[in-house]
Structure formats: C-alpha cells, structure tokens
Nanobody, 122 residues
Framework: VQLQASGGGMVQAGNSLRLSCECSEGTGKNYAMAWFRQAPGKDREFVAAITWSGSRTTIGDSVRGRVTVSRDSAKNSATLQMNSLRPEDTAVYYC????????????????WGQGTLVTVSS
C-alpha cells in the first residue's frame, strides 16, 4: 500500500489550504485514513481521521473548528481542508491508513505517506 500526499505549500496566515492523500490499494479493502503533522523539534501530532465509509471523523484539539476531513471512497483518497491557517500550523503533514484502526494514535497506523510541507507565514 502506498500513500501519496499532495497540496502542501506556502500560504499567509488566515488563508486556506487543501491537502489530498491517495491510497494505491484498491477499493477491495477498507482503510481508515488520517492526517498527522510534525513541526521541527516536536512530536508527531494528530490532525484528523476518517473512516473508510466517511461516516465518522475525529479532529485534533489544536485544529478543531478550522479543519474538515472528507474522503472519496471510489478513489480511495482523503482530503484535509484547512482554514484560518496560523503560523503554528507550519509542519510536515503526513497521511496514514490502516485497515483496522480509526483514531488518533500514530503508532496504530500501518501505512504512511511521505509527507507534504505546509508553511504559514504571518
């Protein structure tokens, strides 16, 4: 299983950004997908997760109210919409997937993408 994240870049504070993650695995298997981020010198932080069906989502405390997560099961992809971005949102954002786990613990996800850098300037 390979995950390909895209959509990172540099934006000014207050603006929005949309990240996408595509999973190479076919739709024959159901994967929950999640987003984490890691800023320099900090631990990996949970951002959001969504079940395969999209019926359940969970959002991290630090981004709640500014972030939504959705998915296209037909394409086995997930999208992270981030609004009202702040400089403290600057980090490498990683997508992850797992066939049995849905939640906020990074070690529980089996598959990881390569990360995409988001830089928010003040």
């Amino acid at each position: 299983v390979q995950l390909q994240a895209s959509g990172g870049g540099m934006v000014q504070a207050g603006n929005s950004l949309r990240l996408s993650c595509e999973c190479s695995e076919g739709t024959g298997k159901n994967y929950a997908m999640a987003w984490f981020r890691q800023a320099p010198g900090k631990d990996r932080e949970f951002v959001a997760a969504i079940t395969w069906s999209g019926s359940r989502t969970t959002i991290g405390d630090s981004v709640r109210g500014r972030v939504t997560v959705s998915r296209d099961s037909a394409k086995n992809s997930a999208t992270l919409q981030m609004n009202s971005l702040r400089p403290e949102d600057t980090a490498v954002y990683y997508c992850a997937a797992d066939p049995t786990y849905f939640g906020s613990v990074p070690s529980r996800y089996e598959y990881w993408g390569q990360g995409t850098l988001v830089t928010v300037s003040s």
